[in-house]
């Protein structure tokens, strides 16, 4: 009972830390696992573990398989995961180098990560590219704790965004299917009958996945399932795809639960989000139960295994050799530039999928007595924890050292998506300012991607904002919904992250009344809330521009807009197109030489007054 309970405390302690120092949860997991497990056997009086996850007649959590029997649960349940969150429709607009770096850059690394082993190690060919197929997957949950305090350019944080949620579920499915033909005949692989075996898994396999997955939608869209049951039953049917699978065809539970997932997370479900919401708190859970008892399942002898140089020579052959060659074949033809490249070929820290896959493989492949399956979860978990460590220590330092590194923050956040955000947007979008407009209201969302807009559906008082990587970039805030709270809430919370440059929010009914006591973060003309902006927006749908002559001119320009309701101005353009906000507070705007305009929303200036 104390090393369970002791489990799940180191776990989410580990979790805390993580999160605090801005590190992926797997380090601290893994970590902890190897300082309970192997490394305890250096320093407790009896030479043995402080938590030892099989029973040896003395001592441990799980008799027997029970170990065996738990993480393979475990591991259905991330994979499930995974699968839920690869969607066609992502897959066709991620571009064409996230589409060649799940196809070209996982061959690459497939067969050159699996010659490496095999030459390296003397592993069998077998043996070799199931590690291959092991190290593909790299992973959202380690990226992008990374990668979230790093300034980069959009289409360099989407690329590896992308490339971490995509592979995920593509590269356990590699490392499944490596793993069943091994698996196959009981070492009589290449024979005729392994290759019965092999179609019947993928048979199976795919068809409980295909088959639970509709049938299971068609019960939630039915009612069938009460919603306070939604989730539990979820996870049960996932459980039962895993075992029921596993029963017609010997380990093809895992490709089932992918399968489904995929199914599943392809389908319009009305209650997806909260089978989402569901998985990530259970994941959570399990991972941290999960890795410590995997870390501390390694005995000092496998450590030993790897502790020579032909561990240094396969970790630098896939990190700085393979890794890079994948990304610059994929990135060839495409925009990204050279040191763009080199940063995304830097950067591909493994992940959970594959430190709990080797863990579970390895351990099958030893009981059947596969010759060097021994190296399978040792060096799995080097190429993990040296990559992880490696990415988390120099990843900011190496953007800039090739230049990726943005010194100054120029993307813009919109908070909240009416039709005055969306024409702002649409507006700086044109003037090739990266903008980004959140709202929890799917109708606003929609009707901003249809002009083209990046726009999120998302609740700022979620934590998931700030885990968004691919709004490193984003300098300015801007809170323009109708509810003044939530303005000023989204000011204090994001301004931090993402308002370096300004943070800025429309003024409330209590300070139009009341023009001092407008905040230095108001936005605009302190005579304009949302009722005025909305009203402005709907008779005149129009951004438009003006020419400032001089200083004079410019507060002209104010004091007519702050006497007509229907024009708001918004933003001053200089002649190098730099495009600066309006606070409410300013009191006074020097434009220095001919060719700055005046950005405003709404009815066009009378020429004549302003001439």
Request: proline share 4%; charged share 15%.
């Amino acid at each position: 009972m104390l090393e369970l309970a002791g489990i799940i405390i180191l776990g989410i302690i580990a979790q805390w830390m993580a999160w605090r120092l801005k590190l992926p949860a797997i380090l601290p997991l893994i970590l902890i696992g190897l300082l309970v497990g192997p490394i305890a056997t250096l320093y407790t009086e009896d030479g043995s573990k402080l938590i030892e996850p099989i029973w040896n007649g003395e001592k441990g959590l799980f008799p027997g398989e029970g170990l065996y029997y738990f993480v393979s649960l475990a591991i259905s349940i991330i994979l499930f995961e995974g699968g839920l969150t690869l969607k066609r429709a992502e897959i066709a607009n991620v571009g064409p180098v996230i589409t060649k770096l799940i196809t070209v850059g996982t061959l690459v690394t497939f067969f050159g990560a699996g010659i490496a082993a095999h030459y390296t190690f003397g592993l069998s060919w077998k043996i070799s590219f199931l590690f291959a197929g092991l190290v593909i997957v790299t992973g959202p949950t380690v990226i992008t704790p990374i990668l979230r305090n790093i300034p980069l350019k959009k289409d360099v944080s989407t690329v590896l965004k992308w490339e971490g949620i995509l592979i995920d579920p593509i590269g356990a499915l590699v490392a499944v299917l490596v793993f069943e033909f091994i698996s196959v005949g009981e070492g009589q692989a290449f024979t005729k009958t392994a290759l019965i075996e092999f179609g019947k898994i993928l048979l199976f396999g795919t068809t409980f996945g295909f088959t639970f997955a509709h049938a299971l939608a068609f019960a939630i869209k039915r009612d069938f399932i009460p919603h306070y049951l939604l989730n539990v039953v979820s996870l049960s049917v996932v459980l039962l795809v895993f075992v029921e699978s596993d029963v017609f065809a010997h380990e093809s539970g895992l490709l089932a639960v992918v399968v489904m997932g995929m199914v599943l997370g392809n389908m319009n479900l009305p209650n997806l989000k909260e089978l989402l919401y569901f998985k990530e708190s259970l994941s959570v859970l399990l991972i941290s139960i999960l890795f410590i008892l995997l870390a501390a399942n390694i005995n000092i002898s496998d450590m030993k295994l790897i502790y020579n140089w032909n561990t240094v020579a396969l970790f630098a052959i896939i990190v700085f050799v393979i890794r890079p060659i994948g990304v610059f074949l994929s990135a060839q033809g495409s925009d990204l530039k050279f040191n763009e490249k080199l940063f995304i070929g830097w950067v591909g820290p493994r992940g959970i999928v594959a430190a709990g896959i080797a863990s579970l493989f390895g351990s099958k492949l030893l009981a059947k007595g596969e010759p060097g399956a021994e190296y399978i979860t040792p060096l799995v978990f080097m190429i993990v924890l040296g990559t992880v460590l490696l990415n988390a220590t120099t990843a900011r330092l190496f953007a800039k050292l090739v230049g990726v590194f943005l010194t100054k923050s120029e993307g813009i956040l919109i908070v909240g998506a009416s039709k005055a955000s969306r024409l702002i947007g649409n507006y700086l979008k044109k003037n090739n300012r990266h903008v980004v407009l959140i709202d929890n209201n799917q109708k606003n969302i929609e009707m901003a991607k249809k002009l083209g807009l990046e726009a999120i559906t998302a609740d700022i008082f979620s934590d998931t904002l700030t885990d968004n990587i691919e709004l490193n970039d984003v300098g300015y805030l801007i809170a323009l919904t109708g509810n003044t709270d939530i303005n000023k809430f989204a000011v204090s919370k994001l301004e931090k992250q993402f308002g370096e440059n300004g943070a800025f929010r429309l003024a409330s009914t209590e300070e139009i009344n009341n023009p001092e006591g407008v905040t230095e973060n108001g936005l605009f003309s302190p005579s304009y809330d949302f009722i005025k902006l909305m009203e402005a927006s709907e008779k005149y749908p129009t951004v438009n521009e003006v020419d400032i002559k001089n200083k004079n001119h410019y507060e002209e320009l104010i004091e007519m807009a702050d006497s007509d309701s229907d024009i708001v101005p918004i933003f001053t353009k200089s002649p190098s197109g730099s495009i600066d906000i309006i606070p409410s507070n300013q009191k006074s705007f020097n434009p220095n030489g001919d060719g700055f305009k005046l950005v405003y929303l709404g009815k066009v200036f009378d020429e004549e007054k302003t001439s």
